[in-house]
């Protein structure tokens, strides 16, 4: 089974400076792929950067990218550069097998507070 | 392009009660999965389907159902309303044969359920 885990309920930022919000996983399956989600208060889940199991090169995706760690087992998704607008949850979450229709497993989701 | 439509956004029922949530997939999507999101929590894997049939189940009771139509649209039941019930629902969209790269799962706005 796969398990996510996201150790950091909220977190603040000061504008326009960089954030680190944690995740590490748990999975037996040596193909997975590795997801971030961002949840404004509206409730869509906007996807944000993707990272697959046998990717050499950590993903970037224009301010996001994601520090992947596969001994440690952890995907840190950084954000550079904080704006307002980005105060929202944030989910990490991962699918075995890495098909696209695996289903994915969230963890709990760090509640992230840009401040002015 | 519409993305994913779901509906109602939100609707209060007692215990006991039926629910039945709709969700209208992303154009040129032709799978759907359904998803239950606690408060504090992440979201959750209810059932997928595809084809008109459910593919893939996750962890939760009988009194969870749903439906496909010829259209790809999808609809989730839940008879016999629990207080434990009341979530979010998040209803996302894919395509079947889809790559390993995510930007093929899109999500709603989801269903906000409160059970009494």
């Known amino acids: 089974a796969q398990k996510i885990t996201q150790t950091q309920p909220g977190m603040f930022v000061q504008e326009k400076e960089a954030v680190t919000l944690d995740c590490t996983y748990d999975?037996?399956?040596?193909?997975?792929?590795l997801f971030w989600y961002k949840q404004p208060s509206s409730g869509e889940m906007i996807f944000l950067i993707y990272?697959?199991?046998?990717?050499?090169q950590n993903a970037t995706e224009g301010r996001y990218s994601l520090n992947f760690q596969k001994a440690r087992k952890s995907a840190n998704l950084v954000i550079s550069a904080s704006q307002l607008g980005d105060s929202a949850m944030y989910f990490c979450?991962?699918?075995?097998?890495?098909?696209?229709?695996?289903?994915?497993?969230f963890g709990k989701g760090t509640r992230l507070s840009v401040i002015a | 392009d519409a993305g994913v439509t779901q509906s109602p956004t939100h609707l209060i029922k007692t215990r006991g009660q039926q629910v039945t949530l709709r969700c209208s997939p992303k154009s040129g999507h032709d799978t759907v999965s359904w998803y239950q999101q606690a408060l504090g929590q992440g979201p959750q894997f209810i059932f997928q389907?595809?084809?008109?049939?459910?593919?893939q189940r996750g962890n939760f009771p009988d009194r969870f159902s749903g439906h496909q139509f010829p259209n790809y649209s999808s609809e989730l039941n839940v008879n016999a309303l629990l207080l434990g019930d009341s979530a979010l629902y998040l209803c996302?969209?894919?395509?079947?044969?889809?790559?390993?790269?995510?930007?093929?799962?899109?999500f709603g706005e989801g269903s906000r359920l409160t059970v009494l």
């Open positions: 999975t037996s399956d040596p193909s997975y792929g």
């Open positions: 389907y595809y084809e008109e049939e459910e593919r």
């Open positions: 979450a991962m699918r075995a097998h890495n098909s696209g229709n695996t289903p994915l497993v």
């Open positions: 996302a969209s894919s395509l079947v044969g889809g790559g390993a790269d995510t930007g093929e799962l899109f």
């Open positions: 990272q697959g199991s046998y990717d050499q």
